[in-house]
């Protein structure tokens, strides 16, 4: 009997070490979305594909796993580069022998050289405007590539790191494929695009030419799943491994109680603003834009959304980025003030002025806690609640007088003052990009900040503009709202993050999924 | 029967053309706008510019209406405007999983609603008549996507016998684990409806003369019912199954959303959400011409069942 046992024992033990080593590791994700947009990492700049991007593709350098601070750039497809004293000509050197998914070859020089072209063509491009300081990427051999700039550009290096246009796809790949691209990826990365299913999921499998190593995990599956209690429900039964979270404390609090569940609340913070149109009366008068100004309580959001996810926030550009002015002066919270101002201004009965919305609860919920806030000072504002991208096209057409928008951007001050307060990016403009204000008072700063040599000089004319924007009331930099995922303790990420360009926890050929 | 089929689909061709125009404008209408929903928020203005002429979102809406016209009548549905694929490919890729869900809800319809509302006849007016009475307005006025989330609730979360996400792929046991609830919540709002017509039919042809004179020749009551009147009372259940079919395949929407099955109603959110034009579009063309053939088969269907109705 002993022995019967014994040899049950063995067999049991055995079978389970075999199916142990055989059972393939693989790992099922769910973002918030409905679908994958366009694989193609020059076109797609939607947040859910940016984790896709993360795992196929690599630039030339890289932000850190877990890090989106740009000291923490390091070589990626580049080994090394140099630059000319007038920082405008970059020579990198490529690694030797990495090797494109699906036998496209080896990465070389001529691969750089027609991703970042790609990347600076808008017929190609959903991020060319990235790039019009390039003047030249040329090949000097196989593994050299010089770029050389027409002017100097704020982050060379922020925009051939692995981020939107700087991910480097395989030229004769993308020559082959056309349009059809986008369907099938092919980067370097230690995941190779697998299967599109549209509306359903995006499977990636192991690279096992990576050439930071072979990934411990064989497969993920990304799901796109839009309903938060559905991904939740979902990651409960543990049909999921790791989700999207939503962002409020008490989503926070009942994940992390349920013992069940690593919560990751990381950076970018996303800066939730809102945007005083000032072509719009009465917004005209900067009486008015200050009594809204006055009327704000940034705790009272803060609270609302929850200590955990948010932090107020009175600077235009968001805290991390490179640039960030913290000590921005800006007027605080004074409802009594407010309606002064609103009186001076000739509106001693207060004023109504019409502001279309999403109906996506994270600008909807903190918009109504907003229209709360600036009803107590005499401001009322009549919500026009819309489908999110009707919404998103109305306030392109310039017919809001406010507009409260979240965005992450690429962490140099450039990018946001640029696409939110420079005069070129004005709404409803052949040159628009998401200047909703109609703010012109910073544009000397912005331009002359983006090719001073000088990183002091640089920081200095960025936190003028970001005071000068705040003293005009362009807008009301108000809080940012923190990434949050949860992941099953199973999953080790291997890396601390703290912060993803990508928006999600990016799976390195280091993290793993124990049974 | 061929020259019926021939002038039931060359009469459908008014019906489509105006399904198509109303969809044409409506969904250039409404506000939204491709280029932003698939390059994302903060693409630049130049990449926005150029993807629409791309696409032909500058022309005329005019020439977009002809050239929509010409491919129609060429039989193409055209390219999806996101992805690129043909319209009907994607139908035709998740179609088969609409229907298999659209089917599991007829059959869980059929199979639980015909001899409840059977029996609820044979005892007309007894506690058990009222009861199921009760329970179908119930079900009649329960949305399907409560019953869905209740039935998450219940057989996922609570006892772990389904999963939350159904994964329509695998083999055929797989594929019924995970059609059972998508089909269940579905099927239920079917029940009530075959329930209560499957009462009324079987009331009305218990009243008929020849059930009197069967029963007054002494027919068993098992002979009367099987042979005499069920066969009859099956021409307004066949109807109702036809007629719902179509509306289950307008309700998978909600139910393929909760429980996130592909199919041709999430591939219209989606398309809406994306403003993906030509695969609305295309989608909206193909459920006209869907309807139009499951309204005409449903007429066949009577001529088989009941040999009085001819089909000329």
Redesign the interface.
Known sequence: MKFLNATALSVLLATSALTTDLHAQELTMAVSA??A??LDPH?????E?KIVFGMVFNGLVRFAPGSMSGEDIEPDLAESWETSEDGLVWTFHLRQGVQFHGGYGEMTAADVVYSLTRAAD??R?????DYTQFASVEALDDYTVQITLAEGIPSLLGVVANYHGGNIVSARAAEEMG??F??NPIGTGPFAFDEL????FVRLVANPDYFRGAPEIDSITI?Y?S?AS?RD??F??G??DMIAGTREDRWVTNMTETGEAVVDVFEPGELRTLHINAAMPPFDDIRVRQAVAHAVNREELVAFMGASVARANEAPVPDGYLGHNADVTFLAYDPERARELLAEAGYPDGITVPVAITERASLFAPMQVLQAQLAAAGINVELEV?????W???I?DDVSSMVLYG?A?FPVADTYLT?FYHSDSIVNT?????NFSHCDVADDQIVQARSEADMDMQMALWADAQQAIVDEVCSIPLFELLQVFARSPDVDLGYELEGSLSLGPVITEQSTLAD | MAGFILRRLLSTIPTLLGVLTIVFVMIRVAPGDPALAILGDNASQEALDAFRERMGLNDPMWVQYLDFLRGIARGSLGESMISGTPVLTSILEVLPYTLELALGAVFFGVVIGTPLGIMAALKRNGWLDYLLRVVSLVGLSFPAFLTAILLILWLAIDWRLFPVISTPTGGIGDRLYNLFLPALSLGLIMVAYVMRTARSAMLDVLGEDYIRTARAKGAPMRRLFLHHALRNALIPIVTVIGLYFGLMIGNAVLTEIIFNRPGLGKLIVLALNQRDYSTLQGLMVFSAFLVVMVNLLTDIAYGLVDPRVKLK
């Open positions: 409905q679908s947009g366009q076109v797609s700049t939607r947040t594909d808008p017929d491009s959903g991020v060319s405007s349009e059809n986008h369907t299913a549209e509306g359903q799901r799943i309903s559905a429900l979902a409960q039964t049909e999921l819309m489908e999110h991208s009707a998103h096209a109305a392109r965005a951007r696409q052949p040159t628009a990009v998401t």
